[in-house]
C-alpha cells in the first residue's frame, strides 16, 4: 500500500517570499510523484510530475521540486510568491507496476492551503 | 478544446432522493474516474472506469454507482444509501488506465 502525508494544512507567506510545501510518502516499491494546484471551486491542474530521470523537476507557474529517495519526499518550492499563488496543493503518488510501465492509481495527500499576503 | 465538463456546477437534492452527477470528456481517454473532495481530507476515489462496460470500485464506493456506455461518458448517481453525501465530486481521465489525469472543474452537491 502507499500513502502520502503533507506536513503542513496551511502556510501563510507575505508575497516575493520564497515558500516550500512538504510531502512525504511511503511505498514498497517504484513510484511516480505529481504536485497539483487546486484554486477554490476549481477541478485541479498539473504543476509538475517525477517518473524518472533528473531528481530537480520543474513545473509551471515557477514552481520546482525534488524528489529525495532516501527521505521518502517530495518538496515543492518556489523562490518568489505571488498573490495569484494563492490555493491549494496536492501532492499524489503512483506505484509503478511489475513492468514498470505505468503510473497505478493515485493516492492523494490531504492538501496543503497556501496564502500569499500582501 | 479538448477537455473534461461536468455538470451541474452546483447541485441540492432532499435527503433520500437520489441525484447523477455528469461527466463528458473529449479527449478519447480511455480511463475516466470519480473522487470525492471533503476539507482536510484530501480526494477519495470513489470508481473509475478503464474502458467501456467495465468499471471498479475504489476506496469509498458504498453509497454510489456508475456506467460506462460510452468512452465519453461516464456519469456518477450517488443514492439515498451514501450517508454523508455533501461534498465536491471531481471527474478525471487518462489516456490509459494509469496514466496522467486530467481533471474536470467540479460538482458541488449539498444535501438539504
Known amino acids: 500500500a502507499q500513502s502520502v502525508t503533507q506536513l503542513d494544512s496551511q502556510v501563510p507567506v507575505f508575497e516575493e517570499a520564497p515558500v516550500e510545501l512538504r510531502c512525504n510518502y511511503s511505498?514498497?516499491?517504484?513510484?511516480?510523484l505529481f504536485w497539483y494546484v487546486q484554486y477554490p471551486n476549481q477541478g485541479l491542474q498539473l504543476l509538475l510530475k517525477?517518473?524518472?530521470?533528473?531528481?530537480l523537476v520543474k513545473g509551471i507557474n515557477g514552481f520546482e521540486a525534488e524528489f529525495n529517495k532516501s527521505q521518502t519526499s517530495f518538496h515543492l518550492r518556489k523562490p518568489s510568491v505571488h498573490i495569484s499563488d494563492t490555493a491549494e496543493y496536492f501532492c499524489?503518488?503512483?506505484?509503478?507496476?511489475?513492468?514498470?510501465?505505468?503510473?497505478?492509481?493515485?493516492?492523494f495527500g490531504q492538501g496543503t492551503i497556501l496564502t500569499v499576503h500582501p | 478544446d479538448g477537455g473534461i465538463t461536468q455538470s451541474p456546477k452546483y447541485l441540492f437534492r432532499k435527503e433520500g432522493q437520489n441525484v447523477t452527477l455528469s461527466c463528458e470528456q473529449n479527449?478519447?481517454?480511455?480511463?475516466m474516474y470519480w473522487y470525492r473532495q471533503d476539507p482536510g481530507q484530501g480526494l477519495r476515489l470513489i470508481y473509475y472506469?478503464?474502458?467501456?462496460?467495465?468499471?471498479q470500485k475504489g476506496d469509498i464506493a458504498e453509497g454510489y454507482s456508475v456506467s460506462r456506455e460510452k468512452k465519453e461518458s461516464f456519469p456518477l448517481t450517488v443514492t439515498s444509501a451514501q450517508k454523508n453525501p455533501t461534498a465536491f465530486y471531481l471527474c478525471?481521465?487518462?489516456?490509459?488506465?494509469?496514466?496522467?489525469?486530467?481533471f474536470g472543474p467540479g460538482t458541488r452537491l449539498t444535501v438539504l
Open positions: 478525471a481521465s487518462s489516456i490509459f488506465l494509469e496514466g496522467e489525469q486530467f
Open positions: 511505498s514498497s516499491v517504484s513510484v511516480y
Open positions: 517525477y517518473l524518472s530521470g533528473s531528481t
Open positions: 499524489a503518488v503512483s506505484s509503478a507496476n511489475a513492468g514498470g510501465t505505468s503510473y497505478g492509481k493515485l493516492t
Open positions: 479527449l478519447n481517454h480511455d480511463a
Open positions: 472506469s478503464q474502458i467501456v462496460n467495465d468499471f
